[in-house]
């Protein structure tokens, strides 16, 4: 599969270079990169390596989808689908800390969602998240792009240090209205 490029307004998603690995592996020295998702820990030079050529692989595949967030000559974040099979995917992210709180996870997620749904793209039924039950950063995206919440899984989710946790869960249907629906784990 050939990588798709998107556009957004003020972001462009594209194929990750080798010319990323130096911000790549200073992005996931954020402690909350590493607490919130499966990159390894403590992240090594050779593992932002290693992740050009698993997202290259990915493509080539067709087994996932990996997308710089590229914010002019800044690596802002990463954006992806995965564990993909029978109709659906799991929707990823994370942004560079000093990217963070300007609505660009919300915009590239859009786009990748857009494109996963289509019969141009996957032709996915249903896109999933999950986040360790406490990410309010990561769920507040998720509503806004019109996930809804569909409840808490016990200790299923490992970070990528081997800490166990309580994942909440959450799903997006081709056929559903994106318009954000209030969360229990978000409203109080
Ligand atoms: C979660 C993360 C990707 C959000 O990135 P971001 O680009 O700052 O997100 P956006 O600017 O698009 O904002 C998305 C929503 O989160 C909210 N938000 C962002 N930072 C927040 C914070 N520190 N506290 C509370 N809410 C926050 C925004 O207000 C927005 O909410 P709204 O849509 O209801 O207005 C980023 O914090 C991150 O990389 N965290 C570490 C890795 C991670 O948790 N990845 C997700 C794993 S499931």
Known sequence: MQIATLRTQR???SALRESDVDALFEACQDPDIRRYTTVPTPYERHHAVEFVQRVAKGWDAGSEQTWAMRDGETLAGMVGLYRQGGGTAELGYWVAPGSRGRGFTTEAARAVIDWALSPEGLGLVR???RAVVGNVPSA????TLGFRFEGTLRQALRNGSGARDDGWIAGLLATDDRT???WPVLEH
Do not use: M, S
């Not at 507040?140 to 509503?143: D, Y």
């Open 127 to 129: 896109i999933e998240w």
């Open 11 to 13: 972001l462009e998603l």
């Open 140 to 143: 507040r995206a998720a509503r």
């Open 180 to 182: 954000p629906q209030p």
